[in-house]
């Protein structure tokens, strides 16, 4: 089971840390990454990680402002976001898979495992 925690309210500049917890088994072979959707609009790629932290990945919109992180071997994955926009605000997933498919992460998000997401808004 994954658990994404650590969203709330933000200004527009600031900066906020997401968690993502896994639990029922090991994840530290597993990629993990974040996923978002805003309101009226679909889900969409936002970063992953390789199981040893060696590659990430990031969709263009924040490209660097956000960065996902983990420490090798724990069940920890997190996305320390900078700079937040307005269109930052979405609900925020996190996910798991064995390998890193550009297919299932970045288009249909057919991975292994998903779940439940944090809201982060982003408001003055």
């Known amino acids: 089971q994954l658990q994404a925690s650590g969203g709330g309210m933000v200004q527009p500049g600031g900066s906020l840390r997401l968690s993502c917890a896994a639990s029922g088994r090991t994840y530290s072979t597993y990629y993990m990454g974040w996923f978002r959707q805003a309101p009226g609009k679909e889900r969409e790629f936002v970063a992953a990680?390789?199981?040893?932290?060696?590659?990430?990945y990031y969709a263009d919109s924040v490209k660097g402002r956000f960065t996902v992180s983990r420490v090798y071997g724990e069940n920890t994955a997190y996305l320390q976001m900078n700079s937040v926009k307005p269109e930052d605000t979405a609900v925020y997933f996190c996910?798991?898979?064995?390998?890193?498919?550009?297919?299932?992460?970045?288009?249909?998000?057919?991975?292994?495992?998903w779940g439940q997401g944090t809201l982060v808004t982003v408001s003055s």
């Open positions: 990680i390789s199981s040893n932290a060696g590659r990430t």
């Open positions: 996910a798991a898979d064995p390998v890193f498919d550009g297919t299932r992460w970045y288009r249909t998000g057919e991975l292994a495992y």
